[in-house]
């Protein structure tokens, strides 16, 4: 079964610090893969996403992800952290290798930024 | 913002309740997915509404049930709430065609079963 798994539950950087979010998933074909932020109370926001283009996808906010499908992963990376950066951050794969809108998402990762 | 709006957006119910959340999608968008998100949890999904018919199930109960109108809003129902029901309802809206094809998030409903 397709599955997604985030390593670090949480993450704890100083501001303007690299920030690495971890992201590995599971599936017989090359899903199509996304990072999503949820700030408290609300819904998840697209950051960006991964549909075979290129392997290097970069997103809102200054955030990107290298596909490595050698290595089944997906890692989120910002160069330099803000203090608006903290939030909660999902992976999530598409159930098979198409972006049906079905989602498999991690257990996230909360990120928290230190002045 | 996305254009998916959820109502309402907190709600408090009874063990044993029926409770009805509501969905709006964002135009052009046929196609409705609800997901529950415990606390501390990623969401989990529950079902998928292509066309007014359900097009994929998660692993719920048949006490969640849900429905699509001719113009794509949506409706999740929840027979029978238990405590564990309590819970941040998603929604997102998609279409499967087209060049944008992720799925764009509702603000969600919180749902309190007590």
């Known amino acids: 079964a397709q599955s997604v798994t985030q390593l670090g539950s949480h993450v704890s950087v100083s501001e303007g610090a690299l920030v690495l979010l971890r992201c590995n998933y599971s599936s017989s074909v090359p899903p199509y893969l996304f990072w999503y932020v949820q700030y408290p109370n609300q819904g998840l926001q697209l950051l960006l996403k991964y549909t075979s283009a290129a392997t290097l996808v970069k997103g809102i906010n200054g955030f990107e992800a290298e596909f490595k499908k050698s290595e089944t992963s997906f890692h989120l990376t910002k160069p330099s952290a803000h203090m608006s950066d903290a939030a909660e951050y999902f992976c999530?794969?598409?159930?098979?290798?198409?972006?049906?809108?079905?989602?498999?998402f991690g257990q996230g990762t909360t990120l928290q930024v230190k002045p | 913002e996305t254009g998916v709006t959820q109502s309402p957006t907190h709600l408090i119910k009874t063990r044993g309740q029926q409770v009805t959340l509501r969905c709006s999608s964002q135009s052009g968008h046929n196609t409705v997915s609800w997901y529950q998100q415990a606390l501390g949890q990623g969401p989990q999904f529950i079902f998928q509404?292509?066309?007014?018919?359900?097009?994929g199930r998660g692993n719920f109960p048949p006490r969640f049930s849900g429905l699509q109108f001719p113009n794509y809003s949506s409706e999740l129902n929840v027979n029978a709430l238990e405590l564990d029901d309590s819970a941040l309802y998603l929604c997102a809206s998609s279409s499967p065609t087209g060049e944008r094809t992720e799925a764009f998030f509702g603000q969600g409903t919180r749902l309190t079963v007590v």
């Open positions: 509404y292509y066309r007014e018919e359900e097009n």
């Open positions: 999530a794969s598409s159930k098979g290798s198409s972006n049906t809108g079905k989602l498999i």
